[in-house]
């Protein structure tokens, strides 16, 4: 566990800060910077509440309800009443990271100094990360658009000491008597507040860094196995020579055929494809393999660059300007004004666009497991690598399970932010559905490190069974480690799924990665 400290400054945070606390222990403080810029900016809002003229999120009712001017007794309640209004979520649980992630993600833009709140609001948001208290966000809630507005007013709750929230040993308790075990005051929300809460693309923007940073890992792991296959089907490495991918000069795709060739260096396995059963080149499956996995590869570092340049943004509407003095009046030179910064357009788009690269990743990665299984297709292994065909069934099944994942995958490709359904009275009229594009990325995710788990069991076990021939050194380091892991050998049939599941952590965990590098040098 990541126990170092993320200092939250005006400027923005960094994916590795938020996987840091999200999925670490990674302590949060405020700097000097920051608690500065939020005191100004509190000074233009305060500036601005004391005057008869309305002002949108200050002294005016939100959404379609924006017409009308609340006066100034009312405004605590006005803030009380949006977040537990919008706090209206359904459906299961949320993981603990992506709470984490959208609470930390919504305080470094609170730390801007662009949202008007009090340092007070920001030091006990901080305050709840550092305790280990999670608020309890519901699947159902976000249209990515006006920001996550359930899922974060469901953290806003937490932090007015209302609704329910996971303490750090795991247990559902009251938020109230959560906060008052770790000596932390609910907050009362003033002008704006409760609404600088709700606005923003916060978990989305959480979901797709956690997905970039494990995506990277995938996608090394999918080139490795990738070479395993090949190696397996007694394929050739020329394909990958770096002459012919220069003259396609795609950075991911080069990548990929150079981390391939470092795994198959040395190989006895490769170069056979003439042997027996004269083949002119191999299949696409594996010929292309480069291209497809380059393809994914450079996607997510397009993927990275939209959430960059997200994590320097401060989403918020009304925003505080500080600068010159507007005609409408200000405090200190500042001013506040609407915008439409909190669509998810940007971060929706990515998220589609990586749930297809993995797809089809997934894809290929299937295709070449089935390859290995098929006795007219495999160059003289075993039908479906079993140990006695026709008494054995070997991996025929395991097949079928990885195909079940990849045609989960391709409805899981089909874009969410091509939908939009209006909302507020049509004030809301168009909107991104981001939150649900990165719902289902995290599963796509999830299902890609199972295909590539099965595929390196395919792979592993046709290196085994090519006996005469001896494996390149990294395919040798990987099955000493995979058989270490608890991946079983060819031989006689047995209950497979531990097999599988001891694979997919094996893959997921970064061990395969940490298998051939010693062998390899670093991967890509």
Known sequence: ???????????????????????????????????????????????????????????????????????????????????????????PRVEREVVRALMFLRLKTLCSGRTGVRPLVA????????????????????????????????????????????????????????????????????????????????????????????????????????????????????????????IRPHPGQAASAANMLKILADSGLTGHHQDDAPRVQDAYSVRCAPQVAGAGRDTLDHARLVADRELASAVDNPVVLLGDASPEGGHG???????????????????????VAAADLASIAERRTDRLLDKNRSHGLPPFLADDPGVDSGLMIAQYTQAALVSEMKRLAVPASVDSIPSSAMQEDHVSMGWSAARKLRHAVDNLGRVIAVELVAATRGIELRTGLVPGPAAQAVLAAVREAGVQGAGPDRYLAPDLEAAESFVRSGALERAVEPVTGPLA
């Open 333 to 355: 030179g500042g001013r506040v004004e609407s915008n439409g910064n909190f669509h998810g357009a940007p971060v929706a788009y990515v998220l589609d666009f990586l749930a």
């Open 123 to 246: 030091q006990t948001m901080a305050a709840l990360l550092n305790a280990g208290i999670t608020p309890v966000v519901h699947e159902y809630g976000s249209l990515g658009c006006s920001g996550d507005l359930a899922p974060l007013s469901h953290c806003a709750l937490t932090l007015m000491g209302e609704g329910d929230a996971e303490g750090p040993d795991g247990v559902l308790r009251p938020a109230r008597e959560l906060l008052d075990a770790h000596g932390i005051e609910p907050v009362v929300l003033r002008e704006k507040e409760g609404l600088a809460l709700l606005n923003g693309t916060d978990g989305m923007l959480g979901m797709l860094v956690m997905a970039c940073a494990d995506l990277a890992r995938l996608f090394t792991a999918a080139d490795i196995t990738a070479a395993l296959s090949l190696e397996a089907l007694l394929g050739t490495e020329k394909v990958l020579a770096p002459e012919l991918h220069a």
């Open 1 to 91: 566990m990541d126990m170092h400290n993320v200092v939250v400054g005006t400027s923005g945070t960094t994916a590795e800060d938020v996987i840091a606390v999200a999925r670490g222990a990674a302590q949060v403080e405020l700097g000097g910077e920051a608690l500065a810029a939020l005191a100004r900016a509190r000074e233009v809002v305060d500036a601005l509440a004391a005057k008869p003229d309305p002002v949108y999120g200050v002294s005016t009712g939100f959404g379609a309800l924006a017409v009308r001017h609340i006066s100034p007794e009312l405004r605590t309640r006005l803030q009380r009443n949006i977040v537990r209004s919008h706090a209206a979520g359904m459906g």
